[in-house]
Structures are given as structure tokens and as C-alpha cells.
Nanobody, 115 residues
């Protein structure tokens, strides 16, 4: 069975930092492109950051310079370091694994940025 389990979400003040983690099992992790998506209430799910098999990365324009995605193939994990957080970053964050259209999703972790 395939499992993607997110952790690290929580409540943080504007300007603060959080580090999200996603642990994958049941897949050959190194073959998959990994990504972080987020969805706020009443809004469309959007790609936040992606990282390919070779380590290439891409980011949504709204998070460039603030967020960093990384992966550790030996540990089957992907991380999202989030700095300088803003209230508009508030959302449920989802981990995604993609093998040329064969996709798997985690259950999500809540991130709330509020004073």
C-alpha cells in the first residue's frame, strides 16, 4: 500500500517559520517527482513547490525566496522549509508523488499564520 504522511504543520505568527515533512512508503521513492500543494477554504488547490528526480526545483511565484523544497531519497522524505510566513499562506498543505501521471496524495497538514 502507498502512504504519504505529512507532519510539521501548526499555528505560527506572521514572519515566523515552519518546516513540513512528508514520509513516503510503498513506492520506489527515487523514481517520483515530489511536490507540495496547498488549498485554502473556498480556493483552488495550487502547486507550491516541486522537486524532480535529479533535484531540480520549481516554485509558485508567491513563495519564491521564502520557501525551499528538498528531498532525501535515502530516507524517502521530502521537506518544505517555510520562512517569512504571511497570513495568505494559511491553508492545508498536501504532499504529492507523481510518476508520469501516476499520482499519490497525503492527507494534508494544516498551516495557520495569524497574530
Amino acid at each position: 500500500q502507498v502512504q504519504l504522511v505529512e507532519s510539521g504543520g501548526g499555528l505560527v505568527q506572521p514572519g515566523g517559520s515552519l518546516r513540513l515533512s512528508c514520509a513516503a512508503s510503498g513506492i520506489i521513492f527515487g523514481l517520483y517527482r515530489m511536490g507540495w500543494y496547498r488549498q485554502a477554504p473556498g480556493k483552488q488547490r495550487e502547486l507550491v513547490a516541486g522537486i524532480g528526480r535529479s533535484g531540480s526545483t520549481n516554485y509558485a511565484d508567491s513563495v519564491k525566496g521564502r520557501f525551499t523544497i528538498s528531498r532525501d531519497n535515502a530516507k524517502n522524505t521530502v521537506h518544505l522549509q517555510m520562512n517569512s510566513l504571511k497570513p495568505e499562506d494559511t491553508a492545508v498543505y498536501y504532499c504529492n508523488a507523481d510518476l508520469f501521471g501516476n499520482e499519490h496524495w497525503g492527507q494534508g497538514t494544516q498551516v495557520t499564520v495569524s497574530s
